[in-house]
C-alpha cells in the first residue's frame, strides 16, 4: 500500500482530506412552507447567509444541505449563491432554512 501512495495527486489528497474534516449534517425538523419563506425573505433583504436543507438525502441516509447567499427568487424558485456558482432551487424541495 505505501508504494502506491506516491501516485495520488496532491489535489486528490487534499479533496480526502477535506471530505473527512467536514461534518455530517443532521436531518433537521422540517419546517412549514410560510416559515421557510419568512427566512428566504429576511436573507434576501439583509444579505444574511442560509443554510438549507433539501428534503433529499444520499444513500447514507445524510440530507443534502447548502449554505448560500440568496440572490433572487420567481414563484416557486430561488437563485442562491454557493461557493460562486449561482443554483436554481425549487422552493417545495427546501425542508428547513437556517442563518449562518
Sequence with gaps: MLKWQGFFLSDHTSAIKKEVN?????????M???MIS?????????GKTVILQLNQVDINGTPT????YIKG???????????????KITLATIRNCQYK
Design 22 to 30: 467536514s461534518p455530517i449534517p443532521k436531518k433537521r425538523a422540517e
Design 32 to 34: 412549514s412552507q410560510t
Design 38 to 46: 419568512e427566512c428566504l425573505s429576511e436573507a434576501w433583504k439583509y
Design 65 to 68: 444541505e447548502f449554505t448560500g
Design 73 to 87: 427568487y420567481q414563484s416557486e424558485w430561488i437563485w442562491v449563491l454557493i461557493q460562486g456558482e449561482l443554483h
